[in-house]
């Protein structure tokens, strides 16, 4: 009973609120129960967002977020955007001045993140990759590959072939060419049959 309550709470009442104050929502942006997105205004989501329940998400103004089209997130993942001047002389709880910090996160379309991944600031996540579960993502990502692991790595390309690949970047009206993937793949050391 309880849970049907939070459901209910988070559909008609906190999700609603929220994409008020989201610098840009698209439309079918479903946020799961009981999660939170702190600063809302430095987010952007594309259409068909879909979150697990139990995420936060929290940045600032130097670190803004963007996230694609028709991603999909898992239960309990964390966004977490900003950092602070380890150099800092005195107690960093003091230190106002991070605006020399500057980077955004960047998700692209089609992405897919395991549950109880944390996402930190500089990172991209190229279209279509999947993070695998519990994954710290501190760097970029390439589209087209599965990547997982403290800290993330790239573990394969997504499709084993190239007609594969083909096909899913025309069906998704991708905005990489064929030869633009396979080229980032090869510097990976991938090639397709």
């Known amino acids: 009973m309880k849970f049907i309550f ?14 008020m104050q989201l610098k ?38 130097n670190y803004p977020v963007i996230i694609g089209n028709y991603v999909m997130f898992g239960p309990r993942c964390i966004i977490q955007g ?4 380890t150099a800092y002389e005195g107690f960093m709880y003091n230190n106002q001045s991070i605006d020399h910090f500057k980077g955004e996160i960047k998700i692209e379309d089609g992405v897919w993140v395991g549950c109880d991944t944390t996402i930190l600031s500089g990172t ?10 519990k994954s710290l993502v501190n760097k970029k990502i390439p589209p ?7 800290p993330v790595k790239i573990l394969k390309q997504r499709f084993e072939t190239e007609q594969q690949l083909q096909n899913t970047l025309k069906i998704t009206n991708s ?12 510097g990976l050391g991938y090639t397709y049959k």
Not at 6 to 19: D, V
Not at 82 to 85: A, M, S
Not at 144 to 150: R, T
């Open 175 to 186: 905005k990489y060419t064929l030869d633009h993937i396979i080229k980032l793949h090869s």
């Open 124 to 133: 991209k996540i190229g279209e279509g990759s999947i993070i695998g579960a």
């Open 82 to 85: 900003g950092n602070h001047d």
């Open 24 to 61: 840009k929502v698209g439309h079918n942006f479903r946020l799961g129960y009981l999660s939170e997105i702190l600063n809302p205004q430095y987010f952007e989501f594309g259409k068909n967002f879909y979150c697990g329940p139990f995420a936060f998400f929290g940045t600032n103004k």
């Open 6 to 19: 939070l459901k209910i709470l988070n559909k008609f009442i906190y999700r609603p609120l929220l994409k």
């Open 144 to 150: 087209y590959v599965v990547a997982g692991g403290v």
